[in-house]
């Protein structure tokens, strides 16, 4: 994720950001947010109370902890491209959420299984 430091949303679109939901009301300060928490040069302190303003933590965390768990080998998130997954914002919790998607190569299945299906032959 690039911090733009703009609330334009034509920056936001250029750069390959999209909205499924209110886009009526085109509103990116969300997101400008929460790019200025993840990349900014605050204090460590500061840093982590503005990445737990804006992400539920532990929900991300059992997220990148399940990735490895079932072997997960999408081109996702949790592999280090910015795939298979969208973020949602709740209105009355207001830290982002992951909503990971495309599940079909884990536990050694799909068209590109992980490293347990090529150790359970031997």
């Not at 768990?69 to 919790?93: F, K, P, Q």
């Not at 998607?101 to 050694?108: A, E, K, N, R, S």
């Amino acid at each position: 994720m690039k911090f733009l430091d703009t609330t334009n949303p034509t920056a936001w679109v250029n750069e390959g950001y999209s909205k499924t939901s209110n886009q009526s009301e085109n509103d990116w300060s969300d997101l400008n947010e929460l790019t200025r928490a993840l990349s900014s040069g605050l204090p460590e302190n500061e840093y982590l109370e503005a990445v737990r303003t804006n992400v539920n933590v532990v929900a991300f965390m059992r997220y990148f902890t399940l990735c490895n768990l079932i072997d997960y080998r999408e081109t996702a998130l949790c592999g280090g491209i910015g795939d298979d997954y969208a973020m949602y914002r709740g209105a009355v919790d207001r830290r982002f959420q992951l909503i990971p998607h495309d599940f079909d190569t884990i536990l050694g299945q799909g068209d590109s299984p992980g490293a347990r299906r090529a150790r359970s032959g031997r």
